[in-house]
Structures are given as structure tokens and as C-alpha cells.
């Protein structure tokens, strides 16, 4: 390696951009490999597993299809909040309130029919949740609270909630054992695309990813958000104001991840229950930052994860424990994680004149990666 | 050991001056590097005597930077090689160039901001943090005139701290080449002189000193030696005695084309900004009462040795930062600023050129409806800019971090001037910047003037100042100390006023 180096680069180019983290999936997998070798599995069964459990198959697809579309909002969801410089940890319990800003409208209007009744509760989920998340954006606004500790911590909060609804006011008396809520009415279940088990949940998802790339790209509001939260210098000498716009964008990633939740609650059993959220808010932010805020990117990192989270289930399956299914996991999203610093980089060789002119260090100010 | 070998240097003293007869510290013969096919250094012949200060000039690109990256070890040139007492050498990494003397005071300070000075001095060394090191970090900086702490956290330095420190570092480390990168360009004037006595110092004690600048002052009251370098090649090689400031600027522009500026008087007109009793911020950096108007048609230069509030008058002019007490009235319905660190204040680094050469007017028509955004629109202003500003880019949708110094500052004169504003407020708008670039910037602010506006211009470059300004004020300690006519400005009466030696007219 001597005399290679490796030098910043600020444009990657397109073949790099596809190359690196399929590259990065490539080298995860064979590290899977090994490790699943070492345990004394087969290899190719193992992988045969993932694969059919996850894009090879029907019944695999369309379950990482309703994965991918609750992953989709929460990565959303973190990742506009991103573009501000705001850590929004708190999707998973903004989710919660999106459920049950659902469920209470559910079960208060329950004479609607679907269509009104759907909307109503999306609405009312978005809202919820999107409340939830001023709950943290107003001290960190006004007096600059971390936003990171109070989002996390109104997960608790939201949680619990959740759980004291179904274990006291909604609580469903006819089930023993389990704490669920009464039924929702059969109309607020979310209707299944053809004879799938898919809902048109990720049809919203998807919606929602568009319209979030409108506003951010094609708005003048989310132009200047884009100023604010790459430099906020800039911004106050241009007279854009910081406060007003935090509060904005996590009331929109709150909303995001509140109907992430409404389409867990029409997903489901058709009960508000515990274990609705199924980490998929925390999860958002490894696909919010895998997808580097982009949002036709987040829609494939979405995809790409589900997949991974279905194919790791079918690998227990198989019998292989979960711990090493975990371990599979986990190496392909470090690697991709590597993949993506290392491909910000290019190797030179200062024998030859390959390289680019001096090191001028780009500075690049702020900004989320 | 290392200590051992720069007393050995230190013995084989040359005469001050670096006559031709002095022996060859250094020399690079037929020095050709090239990135990807342009060649940035194409046969260059450097020769470096112990006991010169050798100046090394040319524009932005001329391949100086490319020069001292070959000479350290950072690159390897495509051919020529580098001489030192006669021996080849090919450094594979500045720490092979180091161990053979070559030391460079790179523009960005490298440093570990929460380091001491002592750990940032021995880091890499074989030396340990202790009392020695101390004592020999003290020794090196007294000799040089520096009042540098050995136990002082580098982030509570100064710049121009920082840059001792480096100085000290490459001497401990028995460095007898030393190479600083435009070393003057985050320094203010006092700053500089106190640097370049430390230079002087250095090669009487036979080191060899080379130095990056724009700065042609500097160069003929400084060096001993200069090297221009224009497009790749030497185009001078010279002693610097007898040399005149245009002479070197016309070899490194390559011909006559930027005399210095022809600026006729302004015509100074209504007042458009008024500050009365302005006070803001604490300690130096701060405004103690200022009292100040500027009319349509006039520009007015404020000089001050760095950190005397100037910032803070800037900022307050174009109504950015709030008094604390005071009044500040304008009748101005578009301020331009042109804020003094382009990237940190001026421009969002991630977002492209085309969106930063928008940041003006993207929010109202016809760039925007009251909800949308045009694209369209925005990519034809910002293609309109950069070809009417000449903005060195092809490719506007880039991140505008990847432009080089002068590119980021036409980026924001382009923005910012385009607006037809009623008060200009620059801040250093030609520090960094090349010769031609710099008279390309310094004609916008003129042009920007007749236009009507009212302009305020901060500088460090008593010369622009005097060149450009129909009224010059000079601040101290927050406070306007001084006030000149066009004309009865000299740079002797500025550096008194700014220094605070204090002369008739000066006025509290």
C-alpha cells in the first residue's frame, strides 16, 4: 500500500454510487458465510432461505412488502428531520400515537363508512403523532433542548400509553391473558391489493415518499429548509428563521411516522396492541441514515431492509439459531455502512499523475450526509 | 537526537541575504507533474540557498501549491527530481521529507485543536511530553520573538498562534527547509511583520525559508529571492533587490493587464444607512458607541488591525446582528453582504452552485409561486451568473464546496451584487483571491457604487483601501479612531491610526 492514499471526493460518480454498496451486500453476505460455515449450517440453504422468504417467492415478497412500507414512513420520518440537523429518535413512539389517534377515531365514529372512516383516522393518526412530536420540537425551538434525549425518552412515555389504554379504558374484557384493545370496527381494516396480503399501505408510503420530495425539492419552503439546516449561518443572514422550521419539520416527521403507525393498527389484527410499533421507529433511523436523507433512496434502503429483517426470520426457520441469523444481518449492514464512508473516498496513487489538483480541503459546512 | 542535529545545522550558519554563493539547501530540477493530462508543473527548476528568503509567487493554479506538495513528500512528480546537499531524493510521504529537513506550514493549520502545544509539537516524534520538551519548545519560540505557552490547549490560540506553533514544531522536529503555504492570509499586518521578523531570524541562523503569497508588498519588503511560476513553468527566478511591485505582477499575470485600478471619486449622495451610538458584543470584538454614515454613492474602507470590532461593524451595517444599545436606521431596500469566511457564513456547502447563486430571489416570483419552487428558473439566473461573473464551474449542479477560493467568492459577489443593492457591505472581499481575480472583485464593488449603492468595505489591504475608498475610517479597541478623505490616506497614517500611536486629526 505504499504511497496509496486514499483523498475525499465530493462527486462520486454514478458507477461508484451502485457499485459500492452492491459490493458492500456482496462482501456482508460472504462474511454471513463464513459465520454460518463456522456454526456448521449449509450455506447455500441458508441464503436459499433468505432469498425465497424474502423477493424469491409470492408469499416472500409481500411480506417484505408490508415491512418495507412502515420502514418507508419512519425512514421518511427521521430523514427530513435530518435534513434540519434534528435527530427525531422518537418515530417509535410517534408511531404509538399515531395508533391511537386512529383507534380513538375508530371507535368515535364508527358509523362511517370505510372511505370517510380511513381517511378520518389517518388524519387523526398524523395529527396525534404530529403533536407528539412538538412536544419535543418546542423546547428544542425555543431554548435549544437536545432534541435527541427528549425524543427518545417521549418514547417511554408513548409506549406506555399505549399500554395503559389497552390495559384500562379500551381494554377488550372478553380476552384473557392479552392486553388488546376492543375490535375496531370491520371497516377500518385497510383493504388488500388483489388477493395479497399486502394493504394499500404501501401505496400511502410511497405517496408519502413522493410528497416529501415535492416539498423538499420543488417548494420554496423546502428550499429554505434546506438552507437552514445545511448552514445555519446562512440562514440568519438571509433572514430564514431556525425556530420556525423545526418546529415544521417535526411536525411533518412526527405525521410520517403517525401513519406508519395507523397502517400497523389497519394491519394487524384490527385491535390496538402492544408490540404495534415493533421497533420499526428506531429501525428508521438506520434507514434514514443508510439512505443518507435521499428519498428516492430511503424507498430502496426501505425495501432492501425489510427483505433483510424477513430473510433473517425464514433463517431461523431453518433451524439456525437466532443469534447467528442476527450476526448475518448485522455484517451486511456494517458493511454497507463501510461501503457508503469508504465510497466517499478515492484511492490514489501519487506515482502517476491520476488524481485530481491539490488538496484543497472541501469544507463542506453542516449539513446532513 | 533531533535536537542534536539542528545545532549541527545551526553551525553551518550562511550569510544573511542568501548571496548566489551560499550553498544549495535544496534543489528541484525539471520538476513535471500532471493530473490528469493538464500539467500543473511542467519542468520547474527550484534552486533554495541556506540564509534566503525565497518567495514563491503566481496566481491561483500556477502550480505553487502543487511545487511544495512535490518538495515535501505529498506528491511524487512525474519526473525531475529533488536535490538535497546534492543527494536525490523520491519522498514516498511528507514524514520522509521531514526526517530530511523539509518542513511545511500548510495553509490549514494541521493541528489537534485539543491537544497542548507540547503534544502537538512532539505527536509523531519520538520525543516525550515533558519538562525537556517544554523547556526546548520555550528556547526555540523566545529565539524567534514568539510568546508561545508549551502547556497552552491549541484551540485557545490565535491563528497566528497557531502558526508560531507550527514554525516551533518543524524547527523542533530539526527541520532546515521550511515551506509556509501563503502563511500571511489569516494574519493581520502586525501579525505578519512579527512573522516575518521571525523569518528574517531564521535565515540569519541559515535555514532556508520559503513562502507562498499574493502579496507583492510583501514579497519585495520581505524575500531575498523570488520564483514566479505562471501556468505550470518559472517564468522569473530573481533576486528580489531592485524588483518593482508591478514588475512582479505583470511576470506573474503574464503581461501588463492588471495596472492597478483607475477609480474615480464617488459621488456621495443621500445617506442610506445611519448608525448613532451603536454598541454591541464584549471585549475587543465588539462595538463601544460608533457613530457612522454612509451615503448612496460613496465607499467607505475601514481599517483596523484585525479583531477590533470590524467584524462586528460589518455585521451591524448590513443589520444582521442586533445593538445592544444605539441606533441604526437604513433607507435601503436591498443590502448585500459579502460576509469575510465565504463558506461558513455565505453559502450552504452541500447544496449546489446553481442553488447557492439563487439564495437571493428564490422566494419570490418569478423564481417561486407562493407555494413552488421554479427550478427552471433558478438554473437559468444561476447559468446567467456564471457566465456574467465569470464563476470557474461547468457544472452548477455540483455542491458549491467543491469550488476553490475564488470561486466561492465570486459565487457570492455574483449573488450578492446582481441584486442592484442600495448598501454593499464587503468584508475582505479580495483576501485569498489572485491578482486578476482580486481586480475583478474590486471592479464589481466600484461598479456597484457608481450604480448608486452605498458601500462599506472592510480590508486588511491598506492598498485597496486607499485605492478604492472615497472615505476611509479606522477602528481600535471597537471604536472609530480615525477618519480620511480619498486622497489624504497614506498607508504610514493608517498604520499609526490603527496601531493606536495616535496623530493630529485622530479623533476618539
Redesign the interface.
Known amino acids: 500500500m505504499r504511497g496509496w492514499r486514499l483523498e475525499r471526493r465530493i462527486d462520486q460518480p454514478l458507477a461508484s454510487r451502485i457499485l459500492v454498496p452492491v459490493l458492500a451486500i456482496v462482501a456482508g453476505l460472504l462474511f454471513g458465510a463464513v459465520v454460518l460455515a463456522i456454526g456448521g449450517h449449509s450455506v447455500t440453504e441458508a441464503y436459499e432461505a433468505m432469498w425465497e422468504s424474502s423477493f424469491g417467492t409470492g408469499p416472500g415478497l409481500e411480506q417484505t412488502l408490508i415491512r418495507a412500507t412502515p420502514l418507508l414512513l419512519t425512514g421518511l420520518a427521521v430523514g427530513v428531520a435530518l435534513r434540519m440537523n434534528i435527530w427525531n429518535i422518537g418515530a417509535e413512539g410517534q408511531m404509538a400515537m399515531g395508533a391511537i389517534g386512529a383507534t380513538f377515531v375508530a371507535f368515535h365514529l364508527s358509523g362511517l363508512s370505510a372511505l370517510p372512516l380511513l381517511v378520518l383516522m389517518f388524519l387523526g393518526g398524523a395529527i396525534a403523532a404530529g403533536i407528539w412530536a412538538l412536544v419535543a420540537a418546542i423546547p428544542r425551538a425555543l431554548i435549544g433542548l437536545n432534541e435527541i434525549i427528549t425524543t427518545l425518552f417521549l418514547n417511554y412515555i408513548a409506549l406506555l400509553f399505549l399500554s395503559a389504554l389497552i390495559n384500562g379504558p379500551w381494554k377488550d374484557p372478553s380476552v384473557v391473558g392479552f392486553a388488546y384493545s376492543k375490535p375496531l370496527p370491520a371497516q377500518s381494516e385497510l383493504p388488500f391489493i388483489g388477493d395479497t396480503k399486502v394493504t394499500i399501505g404501501v401505496f400511502i408510503a410511497l405517496a408519502a415518499a413522493a410528497v416529501i420530495w415535492w416539498l423538499l425539492d420543488r417548494t420554496r419552503a423546502g428550499f429554505s429548509l434546506q438552507i437552514a439546516g445545511g448552514n445555519v449561518r446562512a440562514a440568519q443572514y438571509l433572514k430564514i428563521g431556525i425556530a420556525r422550521r423545526i418546529l415544521f419539520v417535526l411536525l411533518i416527521s412526527g405525521a410520517l411516522a403517525g401513519i406508519a403507525g395507523v397502517i400497523q393498527l389497519g394491519t394487524a389484527s384490527g385491535r390496538l396492541q402492544d408490540g404495534l410499533t415493533a421497533n420499526y421507529g428506531y429501525i428508521g433511523i438506520l434507514v434514514a441514515f443508510l439512505a443518507r436523507t435521499r428519498i428516492p433512496l430511503t424507498v430502496v434502503v426501505a425495501l432492501l431492509y425489510a427483505a433483510l429483517l424477513t430473510g433473517g426470520t425464514a433463517l431461523q426457520s431453518t433451524g439456525i439459531p437466532s443469534s447467528i441469523a442476527q450476526i448475518v444481518q448485522a455484517a451486511i449492514i456494517i458493511f454497507v455502512l463501510a461501503g457508503q464512508v469508504l465510497g466517499s473516498y478515492r484511492l490514489v496513487r501519487p506515482l502517476r499523475g491520476s488524481a485530481q489538483p491539490p488538496p484543497s480541503e472541501p469544507a463542506v459546512a453542516g449539513g446532513a450526509r | 537526537m533531533v535536537a542534536d542535529s539542528n545545532t549541527e545545522l545551526a553551525g553551518t550558519t550562511v550569510g544573511r541575504g542568501g548571496e548566489l554563493g551560499s550553498a544549495l539547501a535544496l534543489s528541484a530540477v525539471g520538476i513535471t507533474?500532471?493530473?490528469?493530462?493538464k500539467f500543473?508543473n511542467e519542468g520547474v527548476d527550484f534552486d533554495l540557498r541556506g540564509g534566503e528568503i525565497h518567495a514563491l509567487l503566481g496566481e491561483n493554479?500556477a502550480g505553487k501549491?502543487?511545487l511544495i506538495?512535490v518538495l515535501c513528500g505529498?506528491?511524487?512528480a512525474?519526473s525531475g527530481e529533488v536535490l538535497i546537499d546534492g543527494v536525490a531524493h523520491r519522498f514516498?510521504s511528507p514524514r520522509e521529507a521531514l526526517k530530511a529537513g523539509i518542513g511545511v506550514v500548510h495553509q490549514?493549520l494541521r493541528q489537534i485543536t485539543r491537544f497542548t502545544v507540547i503534544e502537538n509539537v512532539v505527536l509523531g516524534s519520538s520525543q516525550r511530553v515533558g519538562r525537556e520538551a517544554a523547556e526546548r519548545i520555550r528556547e526555540i519560540a523566545d529565539g524567534l520573538g514568539f510568546d508561545l505557552d508549551p502547556g497552552a490547549i491549541v484551540s485557545s490560540l490565535s491563528v497566528g498562534e497557531r502558526q508560531q506553533l507550527e514554525i516551533v514544531k518543524l524547527l523542533y522536529r530539526g527541520s532546515r527547509v521550511l515551506i509556509l503555504d501563503e502563511p500571511t492570509a489569516v494574519l493581520a499586518p502586525a501579525q505578519s511583520e512579527q512573522l516575518f521578523r521571525a523569518l528574517r531570524r531564521l535565515a540569519d541562523e541559515g535555514k532556508a525559508v520559503v513562502f507562498v503569497s499574493h502579496r507583492l508588498r510583501e514579497v519585495t519588503e520581505t524575500a531575498d529571492v523570488v520564483t514566479v511560476l505562471r501556468h505550470g513553468r518559472v517564468v522569473a527566478h530573481r533576486p528580489v533587490a531592485g524588483a518593482e511591485p508591478h514588475e512582479l505582477a505583470a511576470l506573474m499575470v503574464g503581461d501588463d493587464s492588471a495596472p492597478p485600478l483607475q477609480v474615480t471619486p464617488g459621488s456621495p449622495g443621500e445617506p442610506v444607512v445611519t448608525l448613532q451610538g451603536a454598541k454591541c458584543g464584549e471585549g475587543r470584538r465588539a462595538l463601544h458607541g460608533v457613530d457612522l454614515t454612509i451615503r448612496r454613492g460613496e465607499i467607505v474602507g475601514v481599517a483596523g488591525v484585525s479583531g477590533n470590532g470590524q467584524v462586528e461593524l460589518a455585521e451591524t451595517v448590513?443589520g444582521?446582528r442586533r445593538l445592544d444599545s444605539g441606533k441604526r436606521s437604513d433607507s435601503a431596500e436591498q443590502i448585500a453582504?459579502i460576509?469575510e469566511d465565504r463558506?461558513?457564513?455565505?453559502?450552504?456547502?452541500?447544496?449546489s452552485i446553481a442553488?447557492n447563486l439563487a439564495?437571493?430571489r428564490?422566494?419570490r416570483a418569478p423564481m417561486?409561486?407562493?407555494?413552488?419552487?421554479r427550478?427552471g428558473r433558478l438554473r437559468a439566473w444561476a447559468d446567467q451568473l456564471i457566465e456574467r461573473f465569470a464563476v470557474p464551474t461547468n457544472r452548477p449542479q455540483?455542491?458549491v464546496?467543491?469550488l476553490?477560493?475564488g470561486g466561492l467568492q465570486r459565487v457570492i459577489i455574483a449573488r450578492e451584487i446582481s441584486e442592484s443593492p442600495e448598501l454593499l457591505v464587503a468584508a475582505q472581499p479580495t483576501r485569498g483571491l489572485d491578482v486578476v481575480s482580486a481586480a475583478s472583485v474590486r471592479s464589481q464593488i466600484v461598479a456597484a457604487r457608481d450604480n448608486g449603492a452605498g458601500v462599506l468595505m472592510v480590508s486588511e489591504d491598506l492598498d485597496e483601501l486607499i485605492e478604492l475608498s472615497d472615505r476611509i475610517v479606522v477602528m481600535l479597541g471597537g471604536r472609530i479612531v480615525g477618519e480620511m478623505d480619498r486622497g489624504a490616506a497614506s498607508r504610514a497614517e493608517l498604520g499609526r491610526q490603527m496601531t493606536g500611536v495616535g496623530t493630529a486629526g485622530a479623533t476618539a
Open positions: 507533474k500532471s493530473f490528469d493530462g500543473a493554479g501549491t502543487t506538495s505529498q506528491y511524487r512525474d514516498s490549514d448590513a444582521i453582504f460576509p463558506l461558513a457564513t455565505g453559502l450552504v456547502g452541500s447544496m442553488e439564495f437571493r428564490y422566494d417561486s409561486t407562493p407555494v413552488w419552487l427550478r455540483l455542491p464546496a467543491a476553490s477560493g
